[in-house]
């Protein structure tokens, strides 16, 4: 007579709650993008000054606007995710973090709301009456993309690209490709102000691709890899890998 011997298959090791942290970060920084089509789907808005009397279609303002309100969501996100770790390296900047992602997706919305108001002005028939007005509401737009989508990145940047620098949470690289997109897009911001080269021209974009690059790869670095092992994160995580037997 013979033993048998019987092991239980090994069970998957949970994913811990910094990984899910990092992982669930990552997505919502990836997901930030998916606002790239507004560049063409508010183009005509954007620039015909009699689009309100035009002939074109309210769909593509509608689905900009859908885009740009997930923006907002995920922006907000990102920092809400993150703040229970980068506060552990200073609840100051990760608490400035939070409030810059907030007015960032204000401004936003408040972008969303002008274009939309075109929509329904469009639908009243308001006609010749109402180009003054769509044509301010597109202004108003146009500012608020310039505060919100603009300036607020470059905030973010340093926020956060000092936070993560400190801590080592991720590469050093990753922050400082922030910092020199901050400071570009800091540049842009101003030269669009002051008139200098229009706020959608190739300037502008080249200003702004260096944060674009910034926030792209640390999204999928912390979807890919996760937090780098740093002093802020001891006792944070909660998972215990454990076979059973039998």
Known sequence: MSDVTQTAPSKRAPMDSLRKTA??????????????????????????????VSAASNTPI???????????LAGIGTAVVLFPVVKRQNEAAALGFVGTRILEAAAIVAGVVSLLSIVSLRQAGVGADGLVTGQALVAQYNWSFHFGQSLMPAMNGLLLGSLLYRSRLVPRVLPTVGFIGAALLLVSDAAVMFGLWPQVSGLAGLFALPIAL????????LIVKGFRPSPITVGMTTARYQDATV
């Open 23 to 52: 992982l669930v970060a990552g997505l919502f920084y990836v997901l930030t993008f998916v606002s790239i089509p507004i560049l063409v789907l508010y183009g005509p808005v954007r620039n015909d000054p009699n689009f309100i």
């Open 214 to 221: 910034w926030e792209f790869s640390l999204g999928v670095y």
């Open 62 to 72: 509608l689905i900009g606007g859908v885009l740009e309100i997930i923006v907002a």
